[in-house]
């Protein structure tokens, strides 16, 4: 049975720091590009980061950038996304998602998918709240 499951998330204070895991069982990540995505009330479903299939390109957004760092362990299965300096606008819940062999690369700062993405696998995602 393939799964997606995500851990990590919880309540925490604006300054603090959350590691998010996604772990992967029945099927091994290495042929996934990988994303973590965040849906707050009343916001747009947003791309967070993502990482390519060997680690070598990541991807954040604007928002996040500079505070988030996602990594992959594919010895473990798993994908993990580092979340430093958070803030109340960070809450939301928190989906990791897998797109079989979609190539991500950047060049100049611009990012590229070698097609359209279609994240087929995703977590049940985990809540993240930022707050004192």
């Known amino acids: 049975q393939l799964q997606f499951v995500e851990s990590g998330g919880g309540l925490v204070q604006p300054g603090g720091s959350l590691r998010l895991s996604c772990a992967a069982s029945?099927?091994?990540?290495?042929?996934?590009?990988i994303g973590w995505f965040r849906q707050a009330p009343g916001k747009e479903h947003e791309r967070v980061s993502c990482?390519?299939?060997?680690?070598?390109?990541?991807y954040y957004a604007d928002s996040v950038k500079g505070r988030f760092t996602i990594s992959r362990d594919n010895a473990k299965n798993t994908v993990y996304l580092q979340m430093n300096s958070l803030k109340p606008e960070d809450t939301a819940v928190y989906y990791c998602?897998?797109?079989?062999?979609?190539?991500?690369?950047?060049?100049?700062?611009?990012?590229?998918?070698?097609?359209?993405?279609?994240?087929?696998?995703w977590g049940q995602g985990t809540q993240v709240t930022v707050s004192s």
């Open positions: 998602a897998a797109d079989f062999r979609l190539e991500l690369t950047s060049y100049s700062g611009i990012y590229y998918y070698n097609r359209t993405p279609k994240w087929n696998y």
């Open positions: 029945g099927f091994t990540l290495d042929d996934y590009t």
């Open positions: 990482i390519s299939m060997s680690g070598s390109t990541t």
